[in-house]
């Protein structure tokens, strides 16, 4: 079957586009501004991807277009799929009925840590040889790679609550079944979707409905939100982590690279790993209590997680020219931003700690997070932001960081700002959802 994927340079549609190789179809893709990793995740599994939107891309008819749901109407391929009569679906839909039907469906959902607390998830499973596949919007270094399709009956999903399509509006995550469900946390995000945290709630109790009495859901039993979210009904057992009574991990150092692990009074065992900061301690004990109902057991969850080292854009290192530490990570919302930085300023002896931020989400251009915002960078000792033309005051929404702060309109200017200021011993770290022009290899030029 050919099945061609509008929208294949998503982190989602570049694993669904893996599978669906994996699965034996021909796969082509279109999309626009390709960046890595996933551009270059695809051109290694040597997946033919089409600049644009043009309708030829769809000349001979596949068998099926995949679209992505930053596909709307008006666009050029779209429409043409329409009026041609052409099969389609979206990408959810293709993966349950192509991949997850009779899979043991492992779903990390949540508004944080989804990419690294199932890239966990999957690398304790393989470690144990149980063969899982996996599709997480990220690439863990000990993966390789987003997506894989797997030898055994596990599937580890990262679960967006995204909408699906511009013909399906539900949450991606409705379409999975997962028999284990992780919820890390539950915060108010995507604005161009949701009107507020309600409407948010009401899709993870669709969620919950899902999930079957004979599941188990491991659940951050320290979040209000998700508490809600509970309370609107639940028939599957659960497994709370995040507080003493549960699932929960004690740093033995501040920097939390190395924890004491246990359940309720029970001591499990100690983790040294790579990985800081307490909101990663918190994502370890939630796949430990997953893998638990995979039949992995706790100690052998902590070996595994032992040797796991991180997953790309996550406070990734990407080089120390001239002394300077430069990190990439995908931090895009107050809360994100602000774990972190705890993370890297906690027990660090390096000097001093330079942010490089884009505000792209659409969340953050509609300015729902202006109050908080310059709060979140509290621990950072400068802050260059790039203010593309956004519709709010960005100044005064960072006011409270003083001189500490400054905002640039060219990639470059912020670029050649970093390097003036930089010194050796210094970290920077870049934090953006998206490509920001480039920044970091140019970074990385220009201050080496």
Known sequence: MHVHILGIGGTFMAGVALLARAAGHEVTGSDEGLYPPMSTQLAEAGIAVMDGYQPAHLEPAPDQVVVGNAMARGNPAIEYMLDAGLAYTSGPQWLADHVLADRWVLAVAGTHGKTTTASMLAH????????????????????????????????????????????????????????????????????????????????????????????????????????????????????????????????????????????????????????????????????????????????????????????????????????????????????????????????????????AFEPRSNTMRAGVHQATLGASFDRADRVYAYDAGIDWDLRAAMAALDDRFQALGDIDALVAAIAAEARPGDIVVVMSNGGFGGIHDKLLATLA
């Open 124 to 355: 304790i499973l393989l470690d144990q040889g149980a063969a899982p596949g996996w599709l997480i919007g990220g690439i863990a270094a000990d993966l390789g790679a987003s997506a894989a399709f797997g030898e055994s009956r596990f599937f580890v999903v990262e679960a967006d609550e995204y909408d699906t399509a511009f013909f399906d509006k539900r949450s991606k995550f409705v379409h999975y079944r997962p028999r284990t469900l992780i919820l890390n946390n539950l915060e108010f995000d995507h604005a161009d979707i949701f009107d507020d945290l309600a409407a948010i709630q009401r899709q993870f109790h669709h969620l919950l409905r899902t999930v079957p009495g004979a599941g188990r859901i491991v659940h951050n039993a320290a979040d209000a939100a998700l508490d809600t979210v509970i309370a609107q009904g639940c028939w599957t057992p659960r497994v709370g982590f995040n507080r003493p009574d549960g699932w929960h991990a004690e740093p033995v150092t501040a920097d939390h690279g190395r924890l004491r692990i246990g359940r309720g009074d029970q001591f499990v065992g100690e983790l040294a790993w790579t990985l800081k900061g307490a909101h990663n301690a918190a994502n370890a004990c939630a796949a430990i209590a997953a893998a638990e109902h995979a039949g992995i057991a706790p100690s052998a969850a902590l070996a595994a997680l032992a040797t796991f080292s991180g997953v790309k854009r996550r406070l990734e290192l990407r080089g120390t020219p001239g002394g300077i530490a430069v990190y990439d990570d995908f931090a895009h919302h107050p809360t994100a931003i602000r774990a972190t930085l705890d993370g890297l300023a906690v027990g660090r002896e390096r000097g001093r700690v330079i942010v």
